[in-house]
């Protein structure tokens, strides 16, 4: 009789610069959409897991925020996330485009040439290049990470990402899973709820707006047929609330209304969301606020 296979399980963290697809790509790979995706930077805050399943295998991705110099202390948070998932990883992915220099961020190239886990390394959005530019760029790169695996790809046309998949698997190491295999994330309904809205916060307001801006559901009933959400949107400024409501509520009326589709989406079930305004003074330099908003480990 020949021996069952042997079952692998690891933590694939996936780290990069604002903008590259990182949530794009973690999204394709896990076949959920659980990190919001904008074309604005800082779009990730947190942490996100996503995780696959197969009869022998259990892959835990990570998304991370897009790595930044930070200017306040909710970046530097953020930047902690960057950091411990490269302390905790089976594998890295180290996500990179055809737009930005491979140069940039020295500091976390240096980090990925001295650890001895596997680093993939995959060239995001390469339907904007051609030939001759990609093969440039591998160049630089294969120089630059001489122990990393390439991967060329386009995480939004899911072009080259079945053979990423696989080298993931191959590398995994043997290990029970580690989460129940029904489960898909490590967040709950109400993280989704809160990103849900402030992606569209994203989406609907320029300039600072949505930077100045954290969403805390106050309230999450879940009835048989409908679920009953209670969200505050806490903002820094008066002028900022004013803003985000917009003339005679127009704004918010928009936010609510695209969240609460993409929530009946999500959630495969109706909503009823109500959204509140709230100034929450420099919430971002606050170590209290940023604790309860969770970005402080506890």
Known sequence: MSNPPVHRSGF???????????????????????????????????????????????????????ILRPNYRLQEHMMNFVDTAIGDADIMLYVTDVVETADKNEEYIEKLRRISIPVL??????????????????EQWQNLLPHAELFPASALEKFNLDHLFDRIVALLPPSPPWYDKEVFTDRNLRFFASEIIREKILLNYEQEIPYCTEVVIEDFKEDKDIYRIQAVINVMRDSQKGIIIGAKGSMLKKVGTQARIDMEAFFERKVFLQLFVKVTPNWREDKRKLKQFGYVEV
Do not use: F, W
């Open 12 to 66: 694939v963290n996936i780290i990069g610069n604002p903008n590259v697809g990182k949530s794009t790509l973690m999204n394709a790979l896990v076949g959920e959409k659980l990190s919001i995706v904008t074309s604005k930077a800082q779009t990730t805050r947190h942490r996100i897991m996503g995780i696959v399943n197969g009869a022998d295998y259990q892959i835990v991705y990570s998304d991370t925020p897009g």
């Open 121 to 138: 390394l995959v060239i995001n959005k390469i339907d904007l290049s051609n030939q001759q530019e990609l093969e440039q760029l591998v």
